[in-house]
C-alpha cells in the first residue's frame, strides 16, 4: 500500500539515501499490485456501512502491475537521483536484512526483504475492488510525485531544464 507517510515508496527513497545501495533480490522477476491507502479506506468504509458486502472477504489490489525493479526505477526517477539499487542474492541479502534489522526503528527487515522475492499480485478469481463497485483506483504515479519529491536533493520548483516553475496565484 502507498500513500502520504507509506514505508514502501517512501522506504526505497530514504533508504537509498541513506545506504550506499539499496538491496534487492529477485527485482526483475517479482511482481506486486500496489493500491493506493485512500482507495483502501473508501474500500473499508463501504464495507462496514453496507449489508450486502457483510461476512465476504475481499483482495484489494491496485490497477497496474509491476516489477519490484520498475518500482524502484520509478521512485528514483523521481527524486532524480541515480539509482544504486542492487541486486543480491539470497545467500547475501537475507543475512544484510536480518543484520539492519536488529538496529532501533530499521526501515529494512528480513520479512520485508523475503516479501521481495515473492509476487504480490491479486489471485486469480478473488473478489476485489470491481465486486464492490469501485473501478476507478489511483495508479501510483498520480499521487507518488507530491510525496516522493521531498526526497529531491535538488529543489522541487527547479524542473529538469532548471527553469523555475512558476506558482499558481
Known amino acids: 500500500m502507498y500513500g502520504d507517510e507509506d514505508k514502501f515508496l517512501n522506504r526505497i527513497a530514504k533508504l537509498s539515501q541513506t545506504l550506499p545501495f539499496y538491496p534487492l533480490i529477485d527485482a526483475a522477476t517479482t511482481r506486486q499490485q500496489p493500491v493506493y491507502m485512500d482507495d483502501v479506506a473508501h474500500a473499508i468504509v463501504k464495507c462496514a456501512t453496507s449489508s450486502q458486502y457483510m461476512g465476504q472477504t475481499y483482495d484489494l489490489a491496485g490497477p497496474n502491475v509491476y516489477t519490484n525493479k520498475e518500482i524502484v526505477d520509478y521512485v528514483f526517477e523521481t527524486i532524480k537521483e541515480e539509482s544504486n ?31 521481495q522475492s515473492v509476487d504480490l499480485l491479486q489471485a486469480e478469481g478473488s473478489m476485489g475492488f470491481a465486486e464492490l463497485g469501485m473501478d476507478d483506483l489511483t495508479p501510483m504515479e498520480e499521487v507518488a510525485e507530491r510525496y516522493l519529491v521531498r526526497f529531491r536533493k535538488a529543489s522541487m520548483f527547479i524542473d529538469d531544464t532548471e527553469e523555475v516553475v512558476k506558482q499558481p496565484n
Not at 537475507?94 to 526483504?113: E, K
Open 85 to 115: 539499487a542492487l541486486n543480491l542474492p539470497r545467500s547475501v541479502g537475507y543475512p544484510f536484512a536480518f543484520a539492519f534489522q536488529q538496529l532501533p526503528g530499521a526501515w529494512l527487515n528480513l520479512d520485508g526483504f523475503k516479501r
